[in-house]
């Protein structure tokens, strides 16, 4: 957790919020049913994984210019999604060889540590470039 004071960003080992969803939100995370969510399967990823690699090369960039700088222990997982998200935007185009590095990466923990699990797995393996 982080917070600004005077320009400056300090780290926080505790939560300072929790959010909470519930049927009435107007915004958030949505339920799909069974169609929603092949409808995601079929959708292309590049322009999906192009966006999360994006945006932990940002997280990365800002946490290393941290004042006073980040620790490793807060650096390191920052470092292993930017290279897992780096990992799944190279992924072939081919399914049959994304198996390999996928599986690969679920060995390793790189799916568990970082993303939704077997949801992502199973979008890596089979989602159109």
Do not use: C
């Not at 939100?25 to 994984?49: C, W, Y």
């Not at 470092?79 to 590095?101: I, Q, T, Y």
């Amino acid at each position: 957790m982080t917070r600004t004071i005077s320009g400056l960003v300090d780290l926080l080992e505790e939560p300072l919020t929790d959010y909470w969803q519930h049927s009435g939100n107007q915004i958030g995370v949505t339920a799909l049913d069974a169609s929603g969510k092949l409808d995601r399967l079929r959708a292309p990823r590049t322009a999906r994984n192009a966006r999360l690699l994006a945006r932990a090369a940002a997280l990365q960039q800002r946490a290393s210019g941290f004042e006073p700088a980040a620790s490793a222990s807060v650096l390191a997982p920052i470092d292993a999604k930017l290279a897992h998200e780096a990992r799944r935007s190279a992924l072939p185009a081919s399914r049959l060889l994304r198996v390999g590095p996928i599986v690969r990466g679920w060995r390793v923990g790189e799916y568990s540590r970082s993303m939704l699990g077997l949801q992502d797995v199973l979008r890596d393996l089979v989602q159109p470039v």
